[in-house]
């Protein structure tokens, strides 16, 4: 690509959520390359890692605008790996790079790109890793939005840094770099016991809610026993820790549950909570991208906390999704049980994706609901 301008007008977010406020490219992408550049130049192929590229534009600017080779990256959500393949297609890229696990990424890296995530433990399990695995001399950069970083990050990079500096803002973004890694034992998988519950939940850094039980997740548990009496089959869809695949499992013996989400993070979290609780001989966890491994019409009981916000914005087609997906992968008569924010009102996308949907509990804070698979 002759210039960022080439390169990043031809990224998409596809096959992510598109609305008029969501971008495939920002500006923190674009500074993140900018600050980087020197240490780029310097480096060989294998030697660069990014974490957490939302839609590509770190990679494939990394390769095209500066030059690295065999670049690694490791992204949590499913959906940001296929759209940093999609776009590495579009801009004839593919094959510039490979996808890893977290756990893999750094190994010998010089220079690591990183999205800077909302959560501090997801930042923290992060420098871990990259502190144990990277070069002696590597770079780290970690990018955020100004209004999201705070100086409990740079806290956390000095926990597995030694040296940690700011670079000045432009366009509401900011970059921390971190150097002189200092390896240590990692803090992840973490496990909290839930007496009230009977459980004991176990959290990777960037797994929503970490080692507690959301609010929401409360609310549909509170239903456990009205859920699909005779179910045998059951699908924690975008189950985070994995809370609601053990409750269910824990209840009924004879249930079989099936727990898929598109976190990475999330999937070794629920996979630890399945372990700890010694559920996971009748917990399969997967992870994709709205039950798309699940075959049709094979579950009898579906249960769903959907996230609502992308970033900044409510996006109400995010559950929208989620939502047909249990439509596919039910029985008919199977049943639906969700929980959402009260003023969302999803009771009539429900009725029209699923079946009939009738209320099962409302507060001022959260509705559940219960929809009947269609026959």
Known sequence: ????????????????????????????DRLLLDEAAAALALCGPGEVAVVDDSYGALTLGATALHGARDVRVAQDLLVGERALARNAERTDLAGSYRSLPLAEVAAGARVVL??????????????????????????????????????????????????????????????????????????????????DLGLTVCAHGAAFAGTKVDLGTRALLRALGEMAPDAVTALDLGCGTGVLAAALASARPGLRVTAVDQSAAAVASAGATAVVNRLDARIDVVRDDAAETVPDASVDLVVCNPPFHLGAAVVTTAADGLFA????????????????????????GLNRLVGPTRLAGQDRRFTVTCSTRRG
Not at 3 to 21: C, G, I, Q
Not at 142 to 167: E, I, P, Q, Y
Not at 325 to 348: C, H, I, K, Q
């Open 1 to 28: 690509m002759s210039s960022p301008a080439d390169l990043f007008d031809r990224l998409r977010r596809d096959p992510d959520v598109e609305a008029p406020e969501l971008v495939a490219v920002d500006a923190t």
């Open 114 to 195: 990183v999205k800077a995530p909302k959560a501090l433990d997801a930042l923290r399990e992060i420098a871990e890793v990259v502190a144990a695995a990277a070069a002696p001399d590597v770079s780290v950069f970690v990018g955020g939005r100004v209004k999201h970083m705070t100086h409990a990050m740079n806290d956390v990079l000095r926990d597995s840094f030694t040296d940690v500096s700011a670079t000045l803002a432009r366009q509401k973004s900011r970059v921390l770099v971190a150097r002189g890694p200092r390896p240590g034992p990692s803090s992840f998988p973490r496990c909290q016991e839930h007496s």
């Open 325 to 348: 997906a249990a439509a596919r992968v039910l029985r008919p008569g199977g049943e639906l049980w969700t929980v959402y924010n009260s003023p969302l009102r999803y009771r009539s």
